[in-house]
T-cell receptor
Framework: AQKITQTQPGMFVQEKEAVTLDCTYDTSDQSYGLFWYKQPSSGEMIFLIY??????QNATEGRYSLNFQKARKSANLVISASQLGDSAMYFC??????????????FGKGTKLSVIP | NAGVTQTPKFRVLKTGQSMTLLCAQDMNHEYMYWYRQDPGMGLRLIHY???????AKGEVPDGYNVSRLKKQNFLLGLESAAPSQTSVYFC??????????????FGQGTRLTVV
């Protein structure tokens, strides 16, 4: 079974500062993918970044980067130069890429990020 | 680009009533999912489908049924609605697992209130 843990229910960050949102996962699979989604107050789910378990380099997408530490089973999202528009809920998710668990996309409970002007 | 479309966007039901939520995707995705989102609980998987004519239970399937008669559509049914089913429902779709990036694309959500 897969499990995602996000231990920060809410966080504050000053505008233009960097912030790290924590995500740890539990799986017995060797091949899996990790995802981060953003959910603004309008409610839609926006895909941000993906990391494969066999990717040697940490994923980056613009101001988003994923700090992937496989041995520690962590996949923290780093947002650089925070903007007011980054205020939202952020969800970490994972999916096995092989085997019976590969159909299910499992989400954490989310972290609410508030950017302070 | 329609992507994933959910119908309806809002609905209020009385306890015991039935309804069907429709999800349609135009990206030729094999996999489709229904999630519910409740405060503090994240997204929990209700049912999913890996292809036309196949469905499977997720984490919280009780009280719901699904059907996938066409590849592009995934229906979620509530036979006898209960207040505990008050939630925001999301449909999502994705390519099969063999792709490098297998992110799911989400619909805009359906806010359901059962009174």
């Amino acid at each position: 079974a897969q499990k995602i843990t996000q231990t920060q229910p809410g966080m504050f960050v000053q505008e233009k500062e960097a912030v790290t949102l924590d995500c740890t996962y539990d799986t017995s699979d060797q091949s899996y993918g990790l995802f981060w989604y953003k959910q603004p107050s309008s409610g839609e789910m926006i895909f941000l970044i993906y990391q494969g378990s066999y990717d040697e380099q940490n994923a980056t997408e613009g101001r988003y980067s994923l700090n992937f530490q496989k041995a520690r089973k962590s996949a923290n999202l780093v947002i650089s130069a925070s903007q007011l528009g980054d205020s939202a809920m952020y969800f970490c998710a994972m999916r096995s890429l092989r085997g019976a668990g590969s159909y299910q996309l499992t989400f954490g409970k989310g972290t609410k990020l508030s950017v302070i002007p | 680009n329609a992507g994933v479309t959910q119908t309806p966007k809002f609905r209020v039901l009385k306890t015991g009533q039935s309804m069907t939520l429709l999800c349609a995707q135009d990206m030729n995705h094999e996999y489709m999912y229904w999630y519910r989102q409740d405060p503090g609980m994240g997204l929990r998987l209700i049912h999913y489908s890996v292809g036309e004519g196949t469905t499977a239970k997720g984490e919280v399937p009780d009280g719901y049924n699904v059907s996938r008669l066409k590849k592009q559509n995934f229906l979620l049914g509530l036979e006898s609605a209960a207040p505990s089913q008050t939630s925001v429902y999301f449909c999502a779709s994705s390519y099969p697992r063999t792709g490098r990036t297998t992110e799911a694309f989400f619909g805009q959500g359906t806010r359901l209130t059962v009174v």
